[in-house]
Nanobody, 125 residues
Framework: QVQLVESGGGLVQPGGSLRLSCIAS???????????MGWYRQRPGGQRELVAV???????MYSDSVKGRFTISRDNAKHAVYLQMNRLEPGGAAVYSC????????????????WGRGAQVAVSS
């Protein structure tokens, strides 16, 4: 099992920036090999949706709604993933959760299913 701890959420004005961080660790024993990390979000009244995923090898994928504004990055040595969010819009207000998986179906962006508390992001003037 993996424990995921997100940080960096907060209140930002429209057009502002935030940087989210997430650290993965094992709940017991040795952490599995993380081959992909990503970010998902759940907006008020909505379902959890993809923001971005970055495999260790392969192509990074972004939701069309955040392309050009958000950047995902990883520090593999720290089992960490980051999300730089620029030009935030009111629609970006959500709980952002990170994900870490060892394997996934080709072409799938489905998460692994283990979630932390998430990072609350509010966008308001």
């Amino acid at each position: 099992q993996v424990q995921l701890v997100e940080s960096g959420g907060g209140l930002v004005q429209p057009g502002g920036s935030l940087r989210l961080s997430c650290i993965a660790s094992a709940t017991s024993g040795t952490l599995f090999t993380i081959n992909r990390m990503g970010w998902y979000r759940q907006r008020p009244g909505g379902q959890r949706e993809l923001v971005a995923v970055q495999p260790t090898v392969g192509t990074t994928m972004y939701s069309d709604s955040v392309k050009g504004r958000f950047t995902i990055s990883r520090d593999n040595a720290k089992h960490a993933v980051y999300l730089q969010m620029n030009r935030l819009e009111p629609g970006g207000a959500a709980v952002y959760s990170c994900d870490a998986v060892e394997a996934w179906l080709r072409g799938s962006t489905a998460p692994g299913g283990c979630w932390g508390r998430g990072a609350q992001v509010a966008v308001s003037s």
